[in-house]
């Protein structure tokens, strides 16, 4: 099982004054993050590790939602899931934790998108900032999944 999440409303990359890299959430980002993360735990998300993109926004994201969740692990940063995160990379991320039962993965668009899009059979998916999907890999390492659920922030979050 690999849930996917879209990180938070971040700053704005035309206003913000530095890299791109370091762009953080904005408040209505991270409240609305600590919102789904609750969500999360009402829908009995346990993820067994969780992985996330190195840059601020995401990594912002995944810890937010660890801590609703009461993680055991500590939040993991993973540079493929950054710039240029494919479907051939899932497949990396799956190949390195085959016996992860399940993972949680945290990231940006337009890849997260086109990778479960990919995944499950060349569908549109659409992940707005904050949307969670949850995909089952029943073949792990292969990259070949069903998706389970997809939730739109404004669901999750209210």
Not at 75 to 104: P, Q, T
């Amino acid at each position: 099982m690999v849930y996917f999440i879209r990180h938070g409303i971040a700053e704005e990359a035309e206003t913000f004054d530095g890299p791109d890299a370091e762009r953080p959430l904005t408040a209505q980002g991270r409240a609305k993050m600590a919102r789904i993360g609750k969500a999360l735990v009402d829908l009995k998300v346990k993820p067994a590790q969780i992985l996330t993109s190195p840059l601020v926004r995401a990594r912002r994201t995944a810890e937010i939602v660890a801590k609703a969740l009461g993680a055991r692990r500590p939040v993991e940063d993973d540079g493929r899931l950054a710039g240029g995160f494919d479907y051939h990379l899932l497949g990396a991320i799956l190949n390195d934790r085959v016996n992860v039962k399940s993972l949680m993965l945290v990231g940006h668009e337009p890849s997260m998108s086109a990778v479960i899009g990919h995944a499950i059979g060349n569908a549109h998916v659409e992940m707005k900032k904050g949307a969670v999907a949850c995909v089952e890999f029943p073949n792990a390492p292969s990259p070949r999944g069903q998706l389970l659920w997809l939730v739109p922030p404004k669901i999750l979050a209210g």
